[in-house]
Structure formats: structure tokens, C-alpha cells
């Protein structure tokens, strides 16, 4: 990623940070790439009870800033505020204690002692730098050591 990019989104974190940021609205994420379509600066919000509403409201708020600021040196780019979704990544420790109670897919870097990489299940406990998960289907505990871990996100159980 080049240095104006890098930037441009620590200046949009650094605002969102300190004008968006609250109690009850967290922020998940910041990109700014370039798709076929152009250039797309993408905010992730998160919250309790983050929507539509919420996601209105802080597009609004940035694409307001973001014109007094003139930190895009772009003609054209496309501001997308959007939620990450049911299926988020769990992306560090912190997230897997924020998210105790919920339902998760894990995949390892490599198989376990029995060979195994992935785990499906109910994230029980971070203790140190260990997740506990509750597989159903085996009505059992694993203890996953979070350096193990390739990829984890939240998953909806059907």
C-alpha cells in the first residue's frame, strides 16, 4: 500500500476516531482502494444496534468533512459506510472477548494434533492467548491457541 493511501486512511481513522466513535458505535474498519469502478473509501461501522440509520448518518458526517478537508486528491471516488456483516472476521483477541456467546468458524495455519483445521462453534472463553470453543455436534470443549489460528469470523448457525 503507498504511502498517500496509507495516509488517507489514517487521517479518516484519526477523524473517525475523534467525531464518530462512541459508546454505542465502534469503528471496524477503514479501505481505500482502487476497483474497476474507481476509487472506493470504504468505513465499516459496528455497533449493538448499528443500521441503516447509523450508517446514513456517519456517510453524511464524513462526505461533509471529507469536502471541507480536501484530503482525496481524487476527482472521483465513491464513500460506502456499511456494517461488517453477520459473517465478520474476528481479526485479534480482543474480538474473540467481545464476541464470547457467539457462533464462529475457525481455521487453522496447519492441522492439530489430530490433524484437524477447522472448528465450528460456540466461542466460550479467552484465557491468555487461548480461545475456548463448544463444538455442538461433538459436545465438546477445544482449547485453540490464538497464534494457531489462520482466518476466524463470526458465523450464523441454521
Same mark, same amino acid.
Given at each position: 500500500?503507498?504511502?498517500l493511501v496509507t495516509g488517507i486512511i489514517e487521517k479518516v481513522k484519526n477523524y473517525l476516531n475523534e467525531n464518530i466513535k462512541n459508546a454505542e458505535?465502534?469503528?471496524?474498519?477503514?479501505?481505500?482502494r482502487r476497483e474497476r469502478t474507481g476509487w472506493v473509501l470504504r468505513i465499516f461501522i459496528d455497533g449493538a444496534n448499528v443500521g441503516l440509520n447509523e450508517c446514513v448518518a456517519v456517510s #453524511? *458526517?464524513?462526505s461533509k468533512w471529507l469536502d %471541507?478537508?480536501?484530503i482525496i486528491p481524487y476527482e472521483k471516488y465513491n464513500l460506502e459506510v456499511s456494517t461488517p456483516g453477520?459473517?465478520?472476521?474476528?481479526?485479534?483477541? %480482543?474480538?474473540f472477548k467481545k464476541y464470547i456467546g457467539r457462533y464462529? *468458524?475457525?481455521?487453522? *495455519?496447519?492441522?492439530d494434533e489430530s490433524g484437524r483445521k477447522n472448528y465450528k462453534g460456540i466461542i466460550k472463553d479467552v484465557i491468555e492467548s487461548k480461545i475456548r470453543?463448544?463444538?455442538?455436534?461433538e459436545n #465438546?470443549?477445544?482449547?485453540i491457541e490464538y497464534s494457531h489460528i489462520k482466518k476466524a469470523n463470526l458465523d450464523i448457525k441454521f
Open positions: 500500500m503507498d504511502a458505535l465502534d469503528i471496524y474498519d477503514v479501505q481505500f #453524511k *458526517k464524513v %471541507e478537508v480536501d453477520a459473517n465478520r472476521e474476528i481479526r485479534s483477541l %480482543e474480538e464462529c *468458524k475457525v481455521r487453522l *495455519k496447519e492441522g470453543i463448544f463444538v455442538e455436534e #465438546k470443549e477445544f482449547e
